[in-house]
T-cell receptor
Framework: DAGVIQSPRHEVTEMGQEVTLRCKPI?????LFWYRQTMMRGLELLIY????????DSGMPEDRFSAKMPNASFSTLKIQPSEPRDSAVYFC?????????FGPGTRLTVL | AQSVAQPEDQVNVAEGNPLTVKCTYS??????LFWYVQYPNRGLQFLLK??????LVKGSYGFEAEFNKSQTSFHLKKPSALVSDSALYFC??????????????FGTGTRLLVSP
């Protein structure tokens, strides 16, 4: 299995631009999680889905953040408009039951 | 709410010596506990988990963890540390929350530095 796939691996953008991060979970996993990691705040859970349905988005920092899961094999996290404080590594993870398997992350830099 | 605490920001150990990374938990009910490792510029990797059964759980790369109910601890251990074990280690606990769906609550992480 290829594991969780995330794209792009690195993204550099300017403040105000729209950013879309993509995730392909492991086939057969029914839960998907989006996390953000920074030095200051550590690892934060942003939102998670079960069977493509958003379960809890209380970790999404602002209305500028949105996430979708149109089908079992694809999810997006969008930031519009982006701000420098959004600079972080964003991880996607998928899970068949309790154990989560993480992707390699997308390093986002907003100038 | 379920939570875990990692009391040490960093642990230093010499190569060849045993290592311990500490984790304590606070849960209602039976705990599902996990350890993950993060190498530089990589995602978190699953090491091992405790659900039920033997208090000593064996995992990847020679790591093991000891579940201690009376001390509410789940410390990660390895008999002989390698320089390549240097990484960030996260303890986590399963949380069903109010939704009834499973998520993991992670600790703040402990940086392990193994010196040659």
């Amino acid at each position: 299995d290829a594991g969780v796939i995330q794209s792009p691996r690195h993204e550099v953008t300017e403040m105000g631009q729209e950013v879309t991060l993509r995730c392909k979970p492991i086939s057969g996993h029914n839960s998907l999680f989006w996390y953000r990691q920074t030095m200051m705040r550590g690892l934060e859970l942003l939102i998670y889905f079960n069977n493509n349905v958003p379960i809890d988005d209380s970790g999404m920092p602002e209305d500028r953040f949105s996430a979708k899961m149109p089908n079992a094999s694809f999810s997006t996290l969008k930031i519009q408009p982006s701000e420098p404080r959004d600079s972080a590594v964003y991880f996607c993870a998928s899970s068949p039951r309790d154990t989560q398997y993480f992707g390699p992350g997308t390093r986002l830099t907003v100038l | 709410a379920q939570s875990v605490a990692q009391p040490e920001d960093q642990v230093n150990v010499a190569e060849g010596n045993p290592l311990t990374v500490k984790c304590t938990y606070s849960v209602s009910g039976n705990p599902y506990l996990f350890w993950y490792v993060q190498y530089p510029n990589r995602g978190l990797q699953f090491l091992l988990k405790y659900i039920t059964g033997d208090n000593l759980v064996k995992g990847s790369y020679g790591f093991e963890a000891e579940f201690n109910k009376s001390q509410t601890s789940f410390h990660l251990k390895k008999p002989s540390a390698l320089v390549s074990d240097s990484a960030l280690y996260f303890c986590a606990v399963r949380d069903m929350g109010t939704t009834g769906f499973q998520k993991l609550v992670f600790g703040t992480g402990t940086r392990l530095l193994v010196s040659p």
